[in-house]
């Protein structure tokens, strides 16, 4: 009686199984993978915005507070997009002729608020507070990057679950002293291991990863 399979077909299961058990692994990590991907988290997109406002001139080149524009990041869950009116004071004499300022007279005329674009956003389902981290010594820098370098406001950070968790499992390896939160390029006199235990009792800093601080 002849074989009911040719010899070769030893390979093709073995081949075939290696392929299958392959993709069985193999798709689920490419899916991981993609998901933790800029394209996806939206890290590093600088959306366009109604006027080419510059962070490098008002924070580097004038040394502006950030509290100055963002007012409600130490006592509220948002930061705050500033108000037309702080931007007048010091543009009143250029606004009136420039193109640039188009939206800003238009806002003062109307009295609606300049359209910005939103550059870092959470899905509604995520509860965030910056109050909160900001009186615990997670400075800005910590979770936006050098925004005195940005020409253009570009999302630092993914922003995803495993980001805020990774921090929060152990949040000492982050802390700076409250007084310098808005400092960029702030570095940990004496290294961040003894300092950053230090600031954690001082602050009574807990490490939050129940599910219910974020999602409530
Ligand atoms: C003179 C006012 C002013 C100052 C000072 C200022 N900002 Fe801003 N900031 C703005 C305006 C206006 C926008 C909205 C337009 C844009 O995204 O550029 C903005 C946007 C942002 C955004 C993006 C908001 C979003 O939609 O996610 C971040 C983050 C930010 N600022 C951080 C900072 C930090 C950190 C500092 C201090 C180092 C600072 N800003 C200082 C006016 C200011
Ligand atoms: C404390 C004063 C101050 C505040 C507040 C301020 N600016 Fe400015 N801004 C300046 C100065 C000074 C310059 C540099 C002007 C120059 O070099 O020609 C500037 C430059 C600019 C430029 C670039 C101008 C150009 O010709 O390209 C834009 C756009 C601008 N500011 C928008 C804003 C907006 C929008 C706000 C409000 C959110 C704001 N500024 C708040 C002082 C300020
Ligand atoms: C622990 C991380 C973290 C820190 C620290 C932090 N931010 Fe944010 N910021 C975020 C996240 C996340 C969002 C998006 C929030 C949302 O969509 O609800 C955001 C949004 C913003 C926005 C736009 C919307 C809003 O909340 O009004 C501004 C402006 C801003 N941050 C400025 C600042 C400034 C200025 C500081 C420092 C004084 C700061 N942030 C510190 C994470 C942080
Ligand atoms: C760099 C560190 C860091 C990052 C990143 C971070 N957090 Fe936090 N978070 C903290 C610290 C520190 C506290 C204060 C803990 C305490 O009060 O003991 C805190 C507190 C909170 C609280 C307060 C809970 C309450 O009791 O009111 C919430 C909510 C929160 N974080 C959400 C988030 C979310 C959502 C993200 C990601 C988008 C995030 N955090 C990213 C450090 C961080
Ligand atoms: C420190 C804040 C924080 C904590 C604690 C946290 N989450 Fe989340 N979670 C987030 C953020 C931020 C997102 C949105 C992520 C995104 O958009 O990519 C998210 C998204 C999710 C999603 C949507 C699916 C996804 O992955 O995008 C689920 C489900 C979820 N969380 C479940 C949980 C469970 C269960 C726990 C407790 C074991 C938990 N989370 C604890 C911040 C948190």
């Known amino acids: 009686m002849p074989a009911l399979f040719p ?82 004071p010091c543009h009143s004499q250029v606004w009136r002729d420039g193109p640039v300022f188009a939206p800003v007279r238009h806002s003062l005329a109307t009295g609606r608020p300049i359209p910005w674009q939103r550059v870092n956003s959470l899905p509604d389902f995520v509860f965030f507070n910056h109050a909160i981290h900001v009186r615990k010594g997670v400075g800005c820098e910590t979770c936006h990057g050098r925004v005195d370098r940005m ?45 950053g235990r230090e600031l954690a009792r001082r602050y009574q800093v807990s490490r939050l990863t129940n599910c219910s601080a974020c999602h409530r």
């Not at 962070?55 to 108000?83: F, K, M, N, W």
């Not at 999302?155 to 921090?167: F, V």
Request: charge should be positive; hydrophobic fraction near 40%.
């Open 7 to 88: 010899p070769s077909s030893n390979r093709t299961i073995r081949l075939t199984l290696a392929v299958a058990g392959a993709a069985i692994v193999g798709i689920p990590l490419a899916l991981m993978a993609w998901v933790r991907t800029p394209a996806i988290t939206g890290q590093h997109s600088a959306p366009a915005q109604p006027i080419p406002f510059d962070h490098r001139i008002h924070v580097t080149g004038l040394q502006i507070d950030c509290r100055y524009c963002h007012s409600t990041v130490e006592r509220a869950a948002p930061a705050g997009i500033p108000a037309t009116a702080v931007c007048v």
């Open 151 to 195: 020409a253009r406001v570009e999302q630092a950070a993914p922003l995803t679950m495993s980001w805020c968790l990774d921090c929060h499992r152990g949040p000492e390896r982050y802390l700076r002293p409250v007084e310098q939160v808005t400092t960029m390029g702030w570095q940990p006199p004496g290294g961040q291991a003894v300092l």
